[in-house]
């Protein structure tokens, strides 16, 4: 480390960084926030900030200050971003316009200091802590697979409120700015790089504070974006470019829903030339959408979803899991070995036969094509993914997961010989939805080792795995589940063996309902519209055919509702008009898409919609009240994320108390 | 002086072998032997920890890649105290790199060190040839606008054609697969007797991997989960059908691609200590690394290019006094199948023994259920210079679990050099 220089300036006290001026009068800026697994920027984060920037340029402007570079001190990154756990606290619009107009003269002054600012990024790089970057003259970031840059915030219902809007458009440029702000879609580095997000790469990060200073000391200065790429927030074409990006954003979020890209769009139309102007307008604008029940409710969300990652088991005794051995080479189990292989695990799938396993591993092949970039990621997860008729996997897993047919004398057998031959440690999962937990673990020697995985289908889409509870379960146990579901990139919540779990039960009389709808006469294109209405994500009629109207009976059978064998859903099942996989149930199918007529006219389509999910809201009231799930919380998340449940409502036991739902 | 010092074998770690252009093409050495140490650091924490040397190479290399050993270090996250030497002596780099730095251990210039080496051939560096790399030269060093048209007279396109790198000895002109072909006729090596080698040497390996061995060695890298060259189904009928890969025209070919080493793509790595640094760390002592050599001989007057290692151990043991009997496992690095048949023949030979290796009683016959027990190159793969850590782990790891006693490791090199190395049991 270089030798410490004394400056003349007295430096003010701070908690979250550390300043050194070195003898080439080069100061080193580091955020290292005490007690935090990452840096955010909190007010006082913001206001110690101030302070030193006040230091800086007194510094500046004596001469003995050449440069700055800002560093994080931790090994998780950067910035992550504003902190969120303030947001609540500026629910007062005056509070909030205090706040930003500090954050963003204090930005501006960053950026006007005399002397060059570069920022030196690993790791995380997101929302204020991109913003904050943004405002240095430079920026330098690591080239390895941790580096993320981007701004998450439409996903918490606003859009960059530090200025960022105004400077990502300024650097990269009015398509890509906006396309990231609108997505939320983090970008690795040479993307960030390409896009002019960032200056220059390095490799490691020793060598971010030697590019730092060679920057410094030649007052390298990051160009804005080309003319080639401004042009299209120029004249005429900025409204056609802004009613493009509605029609994008529109195909996944309404405005009445998600307000805050419409807004952003909106702003951008006013003042996408002019890079200053759309900073200046973004608080406005960004008040009210801070203040909307969408971003309270997504903010709530984004904590749970935060709560399901600090599950498991953390520490010392954290397992590692590289060998998941599935049993059973159907959609199911395929599919959950195709996605644990895609995550990393070495993976053995066994069936009876080849011919069984085939189909499952041409599935994987299509499935890391769409996931992985280059041929050779798309050959090593093919060689991860190992089928394995004779079970030789199984002596070696750290986690094996039965996915057979729902018959339980075979998942008895499985599990008889899966304890014999895997090693103690070794996780024992079953997939069942439908086979009490208890009588499958109950003849093993030792029945609190099996534990319930329970994915959804598709399972490279929906995040949610339920891990599921016997009543011979240790927490331990348990804690062991979650942990595995979160190294392959799920997010687990935990759930009472109970019929139907939490996803089924809280979706089949949601389901049903509307299906006894269609039979009574109800037009299905407008009962599904009006879900879609509503804030879900596909109407519940589209939804059993995707399902399949097959599974859907057995699970609806399972739950006591047995289907009339005189209804139309009877008679498409004895047609085997099965839904999507068949081409035709409730609707026809062609090309993945069911085709679909006109909605007819309803005067309160939402409204419809509200009265459609009574049923699911109300099962999952119960599901908490039997204690199925442990909270309101967990109830929430795990319904939004197994069944798309409107997150903007924050879930169905939050839209209840909201009155919403 | 003082006592030597016992060299303690901690343990080794290595990323998974994969064949040239396959799960590694978008990987290099530095990543690669970051990643080994990377392992080693994970498993023996030793994140920020001091270690006295780092000794490690590689055969083909990038000269952006001067200091290897000490750039890997760093992105394993040891200590930036920690030097790193870059060595190479072919494919007995980190087998020698060990011996070494065990001698630093055992005179107690260091308590603690790291051998290892690395190579790929898939970002071996390309290079144009002699005449335009000296024309690039003079024309950095051009000042006037003269000079530097002058640094293009006489030039032509062909010129510019790349070099791939060489594996040929540059003394003969051969590659070593020619060379091996005038061993397996001079040794009188049948092919048959080479693929059954072969043969067990996959199965073998599969065998042990089954068994979990592998298991806490090798660490994943780049989705890479273990070696892709191990082949559990092979069979002498398919190796049957293979046509001779070096000596295509003659009709006498025995060398194929089944039982000669594949160009291969690794690293691996091994972590030596004193037996104090160890205990202090409370970490395990899983075997001592007792003796070493390394010995050449005349490849280019025609000895065989890869017979030196029936030399370096012939002369370790005579300075041990011990004799094959004595050793329970031996460690024989697979370049070729033919390669082991000739040296394990001319131990055996009672002429060679005399001439060569100075011995008038044959070194003699070794019991072949004591051979690479676990499989060797032929069936891992071969990184040149990360062999000799996979093997010092392997057999390091196979005393501790065997309770067999002693140990030999005998790795050919390039050059008609051979390094061998005497291991033993701990406690």
């Known amino acids: 480390m270089a030798q410490m220089q004394t400056p003349n300036v007295q430096m003010p006290p701070s908690r979250a960084f550390t300043f050194h001026l070195d003898f080439e009068g080069l100061g080193w800026l580091t955020i290292d926030v005490p007690d935090a697994p990452v840096n955010t920027l909190s007010r006082e984060t913001l206001a110690e900030l101030a302070g030193i920037v006040t230091a800086l340029e007194e510094m500046a402007s004596s001469g003995e200050l ?103 458009i300024r650097q990269a440029g009015p398509v890509d700015a906006m396309q990231i702000m609108l997505t939320g879609k983090l970008l690795r580095a040479s993307p960030a790089r390409r896009m002019g997000l960032v200056d220059k790469l390095v490799r490691v990060r020793d060598t971010l504070r030697w590019e730092a200073r060679k920057a410094v000391l030649q007052a390298r200065k990051s160009s804005p974006a080309p003319f080639t790429k401004r042009v299209m927030a120029l004249g005429p074409v900025r409204g056609y470019v802004a009613n493009k990006m509605r029609a994008e954003v529109g195909r996944k979020a309404k405005p009445e829903h998600y307000p805050a890209p419409y807004s952003l769009i909106e702003l951008f139309e006013q003042h996408g030339d002019d890079w200053r102007a759309m900073k200046r307008g973004e608080a406005e604008r960004f008040i009210p959408l801070m203040n909307s029940n969408t971003s309270k409710n997504l903010r709530r969300v984004f904590f749970l979803s935060e709560g399901l990652k600090k599950q498991g088991v953390r520490g010392k005794d954290k397992p590692v899991f590289r060998r998941v051995h599935v049993i059973g080479a159907g959609v199911m189990g395929g599919d959950i070995a195709a996605w644990c292989a895609l995550r990393g695990m070495g993976v053995t799938l066994q069936d009876l036969d080849m011919e069984r396993i085939k189909p499952a591993l041409d599935r994987a092949k299509a499935l890391f094509r769409k996931r992985l970039r280059s041929k050779t990621e798309i050959d090593n997860a093919v060689a991860r993914l190992e089928a394995d008729v004779t079970g030789k996997g199984l002596a070696r897993a750290d986690v094996v997961i039965e996915a057979v047919v729902e018959n339980l004398e075979i998942k008895r057998k499985i599990f008889a010989e899966a304890e014999l031959k895997t090693r103690p440690g070794a996780i024992l999962a079953t997939n069942t939805s439908s086979i009490e937990l208890e009588r499958i673990a109950e003849n093993l020697t030792a029945p609190g080792r099996l534990i319930g995985l329970h994915f959804f289908n598709p399972v490279a889409q929906l995040p949610l795995v339920e891990v599921i509870r016997s009543r011979f379960n240790a927490d331990a146990d348990i804690a062991r589940g979650a942990a595995f579901a979160l190294a392959i990139g799920k997010s687990p919540v935990v759930v009472k063996s109970a019929p139907g779990f939490l996803v089924n039960r809280v979706l089949m009389p949601y389901m049903l309902g509307a299906v006894q709808r269609v039979e009574a006469g109800a037009n299905k294109e407008q009962i599904d519209a009006a879900a879609v209405a509503f804030g879900m994500p596909m109407g519940p009629i589209e939804l059993m055919d995707t399902v399949g109207l097959d599974v859907g009976k057995s699970v609806a059978e399972e739950l006591g509702n047995p289907v009339a064998p005189d209804s139309q859903f009877a008679r498409l099942i004895a047609d085997r008009k099965l839904g999507r996989k068949t081409g035709q149930g409730f609707y026809t199918w062609s090309n993945g898409k069911a085709v679909k007529g006109e909605v007819p006219p309803h005067p309160d389509l939402a409204g419809l919609g509200r009265e459609l999910v009574q049923p699911l809201v109300n099962a999952t009231a119960v599901a908490v009240a039997e204690g199925v799930v442990a909270s309101d919380d967990l109830a929430d998340i795990g319904v939004i994320y197994g069944t798309g449940f409107a997150p903007f409502l924050g879930g169905p036991m939050q839209a209840r108390k909201d009155g919403r739902a | 002086m003082a006592e030597l010092r016992k060299v303690a074998i901690v343990g080794s770690a290595r990323i998974p072998f994969a064949r040239a252009y396959t799960g590694y093409a978008e990987e290099g050495n530095l990543t690669m032997l970051g990643a080994a140490l990377g392992g080693l650091v994970e498993k023996y924490n030793l994140r920020g920890e001091h270690i006295g040397e780092v000794m490690a190479g590689a055969v083909l290399s990038h000269s952006r890649d001067f200091n290897l050993a000490r750039e890997a270090s760093l992105d394993a996250g040891l200590s930036p105290r920690t030097p790193g030497t870059n060595v190479q002596i072919a494919c007995g780099t980190s087998l020698q790199a060990a011996l070494a730095l065990g001698a630093k251990i055992a005179i107690g210039e260091i308590d603690s060190a790291i051998a290892a080496g690395t190579d790929t051939v898939s970002d071996s560096p390309v290079v144009f040839g002699d005449k335009f790399q000296h024309r690039a030269i003079n024309l950095s060093r051009a000042r006037t606008t003269g000079e530097k048209l002058k640094a293009f007279k006489g030039f032509n396109l062909g010129e510019l054609t790349p070099v791939a790198p060489s594996t040929q000895e540059p003394r003969t002109g051969l590659s070593m697969g020619q060379h091996c072909e005038l061993m397996a006729r001079q040794w009188d090596i049948s092919r048959e007797e080479q693929d059954a080698l072969a043969l067990r040497s996959h199965q073998n390996a599969a065998r042990a991997y089954d068994e979990g061995f592998h298991d806490d060695l090798v660490v994943p890298f780049a989705g890479v989960l273990k070696d892709n060259n191990v082949r559990a189904d092979t069979s002498l009928e398919k190796m049957a059908t293979m046509k001779p890969a070096f000596d295509k025209q003659s009709g006498h070919g025995t060398l194929t691609a089944a039982n000669s080493t594949p160009l291969t793509d690794g690293a691996a790595s091994v972590l030596l200590a004193s037996e104090d640094w160890a205990r202090a760390r409370g970490l395990p002592v899983l075997a001592y690394l007792t003796l070493g050599q390394v010995a050449a001989n005349d490849f280019a007057g025609g000895e065989g290019l890869l017979m030196a290692p029936t030399i370096a151990v012939s002369e370790m043991l005579r300075r041990s006094n011990l004799t094959f009997a004595d050793i329970d496992l031996f460690e024989i690095h697979e370049a070729f199948a033919a390669q082991v048949l000739a040296t394990l023949k001319a131990w055996r030979d009672p002429d060679y023994n005399r001439v060569t290796l100075g011995r008038d009683t044959p070194l003699g016959e070794i019991d072949p259920d004591r051979i690479n027990v676990r499989g060797s190159s032929l069936a891992y793969g071969h990184p040149f210079a990360a062999t000799g850590a996979r093997i010092l782990g392997l057999t390091a790891k196979s005393l501790a679990t065997s309770g067999k006693q002693r140990a030999l490791i005998s790795v050919c090199t390039a050059g008609g050099m051979g390094v061998a190395a005497l291991v033993e049991r701990a406690a």
């Not at chain 1, 993320?148 to 409120?161: A, M």
């Open chain 1, 66 to 168: 050449k440069g700055v570079v800002l560093l994080s001190g931790k090994d998780s990154g950067f910035i992550a971003g504003a902190d969120i756990t303030e947001f609540d606290e500026m629910s007062d619009p005056g509070v909030l316009r205090a706040a930003l107009d500090r954050a963003h003269g204090l930005f501006d002054r960053i950026e006007a200091l005399k002397v060059p600012v570069v920022a030196g990024i690993h790791g995380f790089c997101l929302g204020g802590g991109l913003e904050l970057a943004l405002a240095c003259h430079y920026r330098v970031a690591v080239n390895d697979d941790r580096t993320r840059l981007g701004f998450p915030e439409v996903n918490l219902g606003i859009f960059p409120g530090f200025g960022g809007s105004g400077r990502s």
